[in-house]
């Protein structure tokens, strides 16, 4: 069996991911908004194990609304399929975690108020980040 994936999911304004697996973020963390929402990024950051390295593996990150069911809205991507593989890098003991990082751009979105999910699966393992859509004030 193989060992489990670590994934952290982090709300941002605007997110970098660079080649060696670190990302640059600002504004980071963020958990409500209004609609339409501001132009943000998902930053994904992703523990790779060991045993897993040099694997192809599935990913895909989903917008999912309160009652679990994926968002669907017209003009405006709410899921991205991806494949990734990360190899082990020269000169790290083995049995290290290997580091791999994205950042998913999100154009501004027309949500209702409500609470959201972006939910993330790799290789049948699932993560999420939620946020709250608040009404007009």
């Excluded at 060696?20 to 958990?31: D, E, I, P, R, T």
């Excluded at 694997?55 to 609304?65: F, G």
């Amino acid at each position: 069996m193989a060992s489990p994936i670590e994934a952290t999911l982090i709300l941002c304004d605007a997110a970098i991911a660079d080649p060696f697996g670190k990302l640059n973020m600002l504004g980071a963390g963020w958990s409500v908004t209004s609609s339409p929402t501001a132009l943000s990024a998902v930053a994904i950051m992703i523990k790779v194990p060991w045993d897993r390295a040099n694997q192809k593996m599935p990913l895909s990150l989903t917008l999912i609304d309160a009652d679990g069911s994926p968002v669907q809205l017209p003009d405006n991507p709410t899921e991205i399929t991806h494949t990734f593989e990360v190899g082990r890098p020269p000169g790290i003991d083995q049995g290290s975690s290997i580091d791999a990082s994205f950042a998913v751009p999100v154009p501004p979105l027309p949500l209702p108020p409500g609470r959201y999910q972006w939910r993330l699966l790799i290789a049948d393992e699932h993560f999420a980040v939620g946020f709250q859509v608040r009404g007009a004030m």
